[in-house]
């Protein structure tokens, strides 16, 4: 079991790595040849040059001023200086609020932390009950509930403690929750134009032997939607032809590597092999192979395509369809559109940029097996990695383990390697274990068929807290517990086993400060340090950047990371909660962390972060929910920890904090988070009319007709930018509205756009790429 003395060690390594970190990015964060590794962001939006392009030789790669290193550290200051509605206009609201979590950790836990060292500290110290015991402990338990006698009135401390801190909670929870919301309102009303605003995904269209898919979603929506419907793209199954577009650049940036090695030694021709990973296989020149495989992708390109273009059995059951208004598009995606609930299913589009194409060409009718499957999967992976667990807490109770198994404690009896196993090592092999995780349940997100990125990482991010609250947490304390108290667990009767987890449970948190310190404290410095991303980026630079397109390619920006990030906030959100009360010398560490995240972080958004896509805070109901279920969990442990205590007479005071905590959580479910699922009639139409008397000239349908075109049918030079398309309405007429059944030819559909159909994805495809 760590003692103060582990503890001290492990905080003395832990600070120093984090000032290695910091003084390292301080340093290379000045060097002109990093500037695009460290201010990415400005370079995307055109608001900062290279300063290697101009100036002495030494000087592009050396910073040769010496004074700005005697200011090495103002990046601090720097990033708390803009003001958040700046920062939402410059890194948007997801980036934002984002940031907001873990100002919400310091403005619960810093008035917590203040009076459960002045209340509970006192309580807990002045008592003798663990040294008078017969179980392994360390001093940091002398400060827990633990050292509290079997049956004392002082449990009335931790219960009025616990009322306190519930109270507080889901104050700050509430008013985060309007603050929040009034920005999500703000941000939707004063936003510029999008797709889609006007556009709703239309899924498990039914088959209909006359029509094809394109021509049965626009008639239905022109006969069911007159007034609004504006245009339609159906989805096509281009998975195959993305998959030949992405090899045959990895085959292009192969040929430049060897084109430019060439060309730097013009005596000798670039040879390789031609077999997994180029380790083996045939020897030939790179070249030459390169350029005919790229010629090889390049037929199969063209012929994929016309091959998608031609044969219907590409075309999915799904379309995306745009309306001439937001109001159109908030009525249909809000609304059932068939007397069979099964079909003609329809939601709100993802923004363009937003939209997993891939999982668009998945059978609708599949995706409640395949996350069936995931479910399953999910369980005996959460199950198995119980294993690790197990392993990693074996390290952080030596002590215990000595006592069974003496003939080890010749080999780990020396105090600087004990103190370093148990401070140490036990944060950083459960950090290393974790490293696979969050790729593992991307890939699961993406098997169940989301459609989104920002869904994908929402539904990771989900898996991940169950994951990390099932293992990290509840695993850590099961297993710790069972080595800690291994001598007890083996000579005492099954009756007195939940008594001793019970006085265990406040003394694991030894193992959560040392995670804390290597998670939270040298894992956020190593975050800023961006060492993967500095030695990629030089790589690249070195042996494929032949252009500045290419060295702009060459930036890996990153985004927040929403699947892997909010999940280990909540860790930290868990695991003050539950030890407020129960080992109050815990507090300090979260918020060192939740202070210097919110430091590095805001920096990572200014500067760094390029966000793939923008969902207006959709993820916060997701974080208030996960904030409440800490709390819940936190408050039937202690119940829990109370019962083993003989606290008979004050634990039943306990019982009311989960419903009074479950009924807040409902009230701000029915209060706020319809802002998050739908979009109010009221302010869509406010937006229409704003948008009718400042551009009444607008061409909707021209702004709209590409926007949901896979991209892998876009021109390279197409321009994305969200600028205002030149025309104007077409005249009010009514229309046929032609059908292929035999029952009806024509539906008379008055259409206030244009009689033409929209443009098919042969003819867009056509104008993208002209044939010669």
């Keep these: 079991m760590a003692t103060l003395g582990d503890i001290g060690l492990a905080a003395a390594i832990n600070i120093l790595t984090a000032f290695i970190f910091l003084v390292a990015f301080a340093f290379l964060r000045l060097q002109p040849f990093n500037d695009r590794v460290y201010f990415p962001k400005w370079y995307l939006k055109g608001l900062r040059t290279s300063p290697t392009s101009s100036g002495a ?61 002045a209340v509970l500290v006192p309580v807990n110290w002045t008592n003798s009950t663990l040294r008078l015991s017969k179980v392994t402990y360390s001093d940091i338990d002398k400060l827990s509930i633990s050292n509290i006698p079997l049956g004392s009135q002082r449990f009335w401390a931790h219960i009025v403690m616990a009322y306190v801190f519930t109270f507080w909670t889901c104050y700050v929870l509430r008013k ?26 239309v899924r498990n269209v039914p088959p209909d032997p006359d029509e094809s898919v394109s021509e049965l979603v626009e008639h239905f929506f022109l006969v069911n939607h007159p007034d609004h419907y504006l245009t339609q793209q159906v989805v096509y199954n281009a998975n195959k032809l993305a998959k030949l577009v992405k090899e045959k650049k990895k085959k292009e940036n192969w040929l430049d590597y060897y084109q430019l090695k060439y060309s730097r030694s013009p005596s000798k021709r670039p040879m390789m092999k031609t077999g997994f990973l180029g380790l083996c296989g045939d020897k030939v020149d790179g070249i030459d192979f390169q350029t005919s495989e790229i010629e090889r992708l390049s037929r199969e390109i063209v012929a994929e395509r016309g091959r998608i273009m031609e044969s219907p059995d590409y075309i999915v059951p799904a379309a995306f369809v745009s309306f001439k208004t937001r109001w159109g598009a908030a009525v249909c995606a809000q609304t059932q559109q068939s007397r069979d609930p099964t079909i003609w299913l329809t939601e709100w589009a993802p923004e363009p940029r937003d939209v997993y194409w891939n999982n668009l060409a998945i059978p609708y009718v599949s995706l409640t097996i395949r996350r069936l499957i995931i479910a399953v999967a999910f369980f005996f992976l959460t199950f198995f990695f119980m294993i690790p667990i197990t392993f990693v807490q074996s390290l952080a109770n030596i002590e215990g383990i000595e006592k069974s198994a ?36 991307m890939f699961m997100s993406k098997v169940e068929g989301f459609i989104s990125i920002s869904s994908l990482e929402r539904r990771s991010a989900s898996r991940y807290y169950i994951f990390n609250f099932v293992n990290v947490f509840l695993g850590s304390i099961i297993a710790g517990t069972a080595f800690e108290q291994l001598h007890t667990f083996i000579n005492q009767s099954a009756n007195e086993i939940p008594k001793t987890i019970g006085v265990s449970i406040p003394m694991k948190a030894t193992f959560f400060i040392t995670y804390i310190m290597v998670d939270g404290w040298a894992g956020v410095a190593g975050e800023i340090l961006r060492l993967k991303p500095l030695i990629f980026y030089h790589l690249k630079n070195i042996l494929l950047v032949k252009t500045e397109k290419d060295r702009e390619e060459a930036m890996d920006p990153g985004s927040v990371g929403f699947n892997t990030g909010e999940p280990q906030i909540q860790l930290y959100f868990l695991l003050g909660l539950v030890y407020a009360v129960v080992t109050p010398f815990l507090l300090p560490y979260i918020l060192v962390f939740f202070g210097f ?18 969902s207006g805070a959709a993820f916060w109901p997701d974080v208030h929910g996960r904030i409440i279920a800490a709390l819940v969990i936190s408050q039937l442990l202690l119940m829990g920890l109370l019962s083993t205590k003989h606290a008979a007479q004050s634990t039943p005071f306990l019982i009311a904090l989960p419903v009074l905590t479950l009924s807040f959580h409902k009230f701000c479910k029915g209060r706020y988070e319809p802002v998050f699922v739908k979009c109010p009639l009221q302010e869509a139409m406010m937006k229409d009319t704003r948008e009718r008397v400042k551009e009444p000239n607008l061409n909707l349908k021209g702004y709209l007709h590409n926007a949901y075109i896979h991209p892998i049918f876009k021109g390279d030079d197409e321009d994305e930018d969200d600028d205002e398309v030149d025309g104007k309405w077409g005249k009010n007429e009514e229309v046929l509205v032609p059908t292929k059944r035999q029952s009806r030819r024509n539906t008379p559909v008055p259409s206030k756009i244009s009689s033409a159909s929209s443009p098919s994805l042969q003819e867009v495809v056509q104008k993208e790429h002209p044939q010669p």
């Design 176 to 201: 985060e929750y309007e603050t929040v919301v009034s920005m999500r309102l703000d941000f939707l009303a004063l936003q510029k134009r999008r797709p889609d605003q006007f556009t709703v995904l």
């Design 597 to 614: 995240a919110y430091l590095v972080y805001r920096h990572q958004i200014i500067n760094v972060y390029n966000q793939e896509y923008e």
């Design 406 to 441: 003496p003939f080890l404690r010749a080999i780990i009896d020396t105090s600087f390697i004990k103190s370093f196993i148990q401070g140490v090592l036990p944060g950083i092999a459960l950090k290393i274990f974790l490293i696979v995780l969050p790729s593992i349940l």
């Design 57 to 117: 030789y030494v000087s592009k790669f050396v910073n040769l001023d010496f004074k700005s290193y005697l200011r090495f550290l103002n990046w601090m200051p720097d990033a708390l200086k803009m003001p958040e509605p700046e920062l939402i206009d410059h890194a948007g609201l997801d980036s934002a609020v984002y940031l907001r979590i873990y100002l919400i950790g310091l403005k619960i836990f810093v008035p917590i932390t203040i009076l459960a060292c």
